[in-house]
Each structure stands twice: as structure tokens, then as C-alpha cells.
């Protein structure tokens, strides 16, 4: 199983984006589901997690701009991204949490311009 995210890109602070993150296959005894980032020399942050039975909960530094969510059918856990500030700049990695183990996505470039 591969998880592919997709959606970053360049946007000017105050702007928005989706980020979409896609399984190729099925994936039995899933926990959580969640968005970190990694910006230029700094460690990998969590920011986000939507938990099997929908709850969520995010970062201080993310809350009331980002909102995580989950499309059971396809597959996909998305992040959309509003009022992005230049320290939103980073590499955003997803994630799904097994009672086996974690799956992660290859990443996806987000650059706010300020």
C-alpha cells in the first residue's frame, strides 16, 4: 500500500490550498489519520488528525485555519488550508496509523509567499 499526497503548490499569504492524500490499496486496522509538516530545518511537526470515528484535533499553531477530513470511499484524507502565513512553509507529509504500523506519503511542497 502506497499513500500519495497531492495538492501543494505555490500561493501568496491569506490564500488557500487542499492537500488530498490517496491510498492505492486497502488498509485493514486503521487508528488515525493525520497531516504533519517538516519546514527547511526544522523537525517534523504533527498538525492534524482525524481519528476513525471523526474526531479531530489540530496543532495550536494550525487551529481554526486548517481542517482535516476523511472520504471513506475514495480513500483520501484532505487538509484544507486557509489564510496560509509564510511559516505554513513547509513539506506536509500524511500519515495513517495501523494497529501494524504507520504508512506515509512521499510529501508535497506547500510555499506561502508573504
Known amino acids: 500500500v502506497q499513500l500519495q499526497a497531492s495538492g501543494g503548490g505555490l500561493v501568496q499569504a491569506g490564500g488557500s490550498l487542499r492537500l488530498s492524500c490517496a491510498a492505492s490499496?486497502?488498509?485493514?486496522g486503521v487508528w488515525h489519520r493525520r497531516w504533519y509538516r517538516q519546514a527547511p530545518g526544522k523537525e517534523r511537526e504533527?498538525?492534524?488528525?482525524?481519528?476513525?470515528?471523526?474526531?479531530?484535533s489540530y496543532a495550536d499553531s494550525v487551529k481554526g485555519r486548517f481542517t482535516i477530513s476523511r472520504d471513506s470511499a475514495k480513500k483520501t484524507v484532505d487538509l484544507q488550508m486557509n489564510s496560509l502565513e509564510a511559516e505554513d512553509t513547509a513539506i506536509y507529509y500524511c500519515?495513517?496509523?495501523?494497529?501494524?504500523?504507520?504508512?506515509w506519503g512521499q510529501g508535497t511542497q506547500v510555499t506561502v509567499s508573504s
Open positions: 500519515n495513517i496509523n495501523t494497529k501494524l504500523g504507520d504508512y
Open positions: 490499496g486497502s488498509i485493514n
Open positions: 504533527w498538525i492534524a488528525t482525524i481519528t476513525t470515528n471523526g474526531l479531530v
